[in-house]
C-alpha cells in the first residue's frame, strides 16, 4: 500500500488505520471491562461481501453506538465468535466502513472531527439544526456520496435520526436503499442509552449489560417495493415499529422519556 494511498472521500489510508486503532484502544474497555457488550450474529458478518452492505441500527447515542459497531464487525472478521475479546483484532481493520451522520455533529469539536475522519459520511439534516425544527431540500450530494461509500465498502446509518426511541423512520433511507440497491443488514443495540450520556463519550453507569444482536440481511424487492413497505420492514427489523411499545411494561417505558427528559438538560 502506498505512503498516501487514498479512500474515494480523499482520507488517507495509514492515517484511517491509525486513528482506528488507536481510539479503539482507548475505547475498548467501555464494551469489556467498565461494561460488558453481549454480541449475536458474528457470522452474519463473515458471509457478507466487501462492498455494498448498508446496516440499519437503532440509535441510543452519537458516536458509542458505532464505536462499538467498529470493534464488532474488526472482531468478527478476525474469527472471533460473538466476542471482541483481545483488542488485537484491530491490528489490521477493515478500512472501509463508513457510518451516516449529521454535519452539525460531526464538525462541533477537534474530537467530532477526528471521528469523522475514521469513516463518516456528512449530512445535512432536512428537519432540524441547531436544536430548531426546519424543512429544507435533500442536498443530492449528501446521497452521492453515500453510494460512493457503497460502492467502496460497508456503511453504518440510523434510519430515525435520532437517538430518541420510537421516532418515525427517514424515508430517505428507503429511498437510498431503492437507489443503491444494497444488501440491508439490520442491528439492534440496547444498553448504551443506560450506560453512556447522550454523546456516548462519558460513562454514565458501570457493570450494564450491553447487546448488539446481527440480523440477517432483509428480504427486498428494490424495483417493485415501495418506499412504504421499506420503511415498514425497517421499523421492524430494528425493533422500533410503534407495535413494540404494546410489549413494553409501563414502569420501563417511564425510564425511558426520564432518561430523555435529563438528557435534554445534559449540554
Known amino acids: 500500500m502506498g505512503l498516501f494511498k487514498k479512500n ?40 457478507l461481501p466487501d462492498q455494498g452492505v448498508l446496516f440499519i441500527s437503532n440509535h441510543q447515542t452519537y458516536f458509542a453506538d458505532v464505536v462499538s459497531m467498529f470493534h464488532v464487525f474488526n472482531a ?4 472471533r465468535q460473538d466476542s471482541i475479546k483481545n483488542v488485537g483484532y484491530l491490528w489490521n481493520p477493515k478500512l472501509n466502513i463508513y457510518y451516516v451522520a449529521a454535519k452539525e455533529t460531526m464538525t462541533s469539536g477537534f474530537l467530532p472531527k477526528v471521528f469523522a475522519y475514521v469513516g463518516a459520511i456528512t449530512v445535512e439534516r432536512t428537519w432540524r439544526a441547531k436544536g430548531e425544527e426546519i424543512n429544507r431540500s435533500v442536498n443530492p450530494d449528501d446521497t452521492k456520496n453515500i453510494g460512493i ?5 460497508w456503511v453504518i446509518t440510523f434510519p430515525q435520526g435520532t437517538t430518541k426511541p420510537f421516532k418515525p423512520i427517514r424515508k ?23 450506560s453512556f450520556d447522550k454523546k456516548g463519550l462519558r460513562i454514565k453507569k ?3 449489560l ?12 428494490y424495483e417493485n417495493e415501495s418506499v412504504e413497505s421499506i420503511v415498514e ?13 404494546k410489549v413494553i411494561p409501563q414502569d420501563a417505558l417511564e425510564e425511558m422519556e426520564q432518561l430523555n427528559e ?6
Open 8 to 47: 474515494p472521500f480523499g482520507h488517507i489510508l495509514w492515517i484511517k488505520r491509525f486513528l482506528i486503532r488507536f481510539l479503539g484502544v482507548l475505547s475498548h474497555r467501555r464494551f469489556r471491562g467498565f461494561n460488558e457488550l453481549n454480541i449475536e450474529g458474528s457470522d452474519v458478518l463473515r458471509n
Open 233 to 245: 420492514k425497517i421499523e421492524y427489523a430494528i425493533e422500533q415499529h410503534p407495535s413494540f411499545l
Open 262 to 267: 435529563k438528557r435534554k438538560w445534559d449540554y
Open 76 to 79: 468478527a472478521l478476525s474469527g
Open 206 to 208: 458501570r457493570n450494564i
Open 149 to 153: 461509500a457503497l460502492n467502496d465498502g
Open 210 to 221: 450491553q447487546s448488539m444482536v446481527i440480523k440477517e440481511p432483509l428480504d427486498i424487492d
Open 172 to 194: 430517505g433511507t428507503a429511498h437510498i436503499i431503492k437507489q443503491y440497491k444494497p444488501i440491508v443488514v439490520p442491528i439492534v443495540i440496547d444498553g448504551f442509552r443506560r
